[in-house]
């Protein structure tokens, strides 16, 4: 089951250097599959909808949200608890796909991916002949 | 390795150097989360400052905004606040479930007293940005010193 989404360390992308100097983290996602779909949410705080780029190339899904940071102005940095910065993950997915039919929307910090099963393999029984 | 490359898809994992890779990623993601919230710990805050205002910051998406509970009194601010994990149709199996659910509550320290009637809160893009302007009566005041 966990072959369906695997994580993947792209070790081409790992010596692209990045344009933007900001920092890239890893979101926390859930992945979870239903009969017909295959839904992923993560975490992409202070990201709008518009900075999502979402790229499906053979089984490779990715991810890349570009943050917006609001800084305030004049404000002194008291205390830091978290980092400001972009997020980018990918995963291996080995169902087909639909992939004209891929749905991303982001409220509230939150992405939700739905990616529609094609529907040759949804679901399909296979009857035992006896011989 | 030629006979890797006749594996397709299965090549990357039989491959150790991608899967040490995988690991590190695993290991880094498991690590920050010690270093990052625990249940009392969540959300993070950032906090920003002036000699009149503090700004705290606190990045918790995918909460409505009327559920964040904002209290302050005196020098401390509490932040409360819940988030509904997915909800669990049937037919639905998770492949991972890394993100955060349940209740939070955080008190902070600030470097003065607040002017309650004043806190505005705003929420977007599921950053909750609280503005807090310190109490008039603490202000500084400079005294003049009258030549006799």
């Known amino acids: 089951m966990s072959e369906v989404t695997k994580e993947v360390q792209d070790k081409d992308r790992a010596q692209v250097e990045r344009t933007r100097s900001t920092n890239v983290y890893t979101p926390d996602v859930d992945i979870l599959e239903k009969d017909d779909s295959i839904i992923v949410l993560a975490d992409i705080p202070g990201v709008s909808e518009s900075g999502v780029d979402i790229t499906l190339e053979k089984d490779v899904l990715s991810i890349f949200a570009k943050v917006e940071p609001e800084v305030p102005e004049k404000h002194q940095l008291l205390r830091t608890e978290y980092g400001i910065g972009d997020y980018q993950r990918s995963f291996t997915i080995s169902n087909e796909i639909d992939r004209e039919k891929i749905d991303a929307t982001v409220k509230n910090g939150v992405l939700r991916l739905v990616l529609p099963k094609a529907k040759a393999v949804q679901t399909r029984k296979i009857t035992v002949q006896a011989g | ?148």
């Open chain 2, 1 to 148: 390795m030629l006979w890797t490359t006749g594996l397709g898809k299965f090549a990357g994992g039989l491959d150790p150097w991608s899967q040490l890779g995988c690991m590190e990623n695993e290991m880094n993601r498991m690590l920050s989360r010690y270093a990052y919230p625990t249940s009392s710990e969540f959300p993070a805050f950032n906090v920003w400052g002036t000699n009149d205002q503090v700004i705290v910051t606190s990045e918790i998406p995918g909460i409505e905004p009327s559920s964040i509970d904002i209290s302050v009194s005196g020098t401390t601010l509490t932040v409360r606040g819940l988030r509904d994990p997915e909800q669990a149709e049937k037919g639905v199996s998770y492949h991972r479930r890394e993100r955060w659910y349940g209740k939070f509550s955080k008190t902070i320290e600030l470097p003065f007293t607040i002017e309650a009637e004043k806190v505005e809160a705003r929420f977007s893009k599921g950053i909750l940005y609280i503005t807090l302007p310190r109490s008039e009566t603490e202000k500084p005041r400079k005294v003049k010193v009258k030549s006799a």
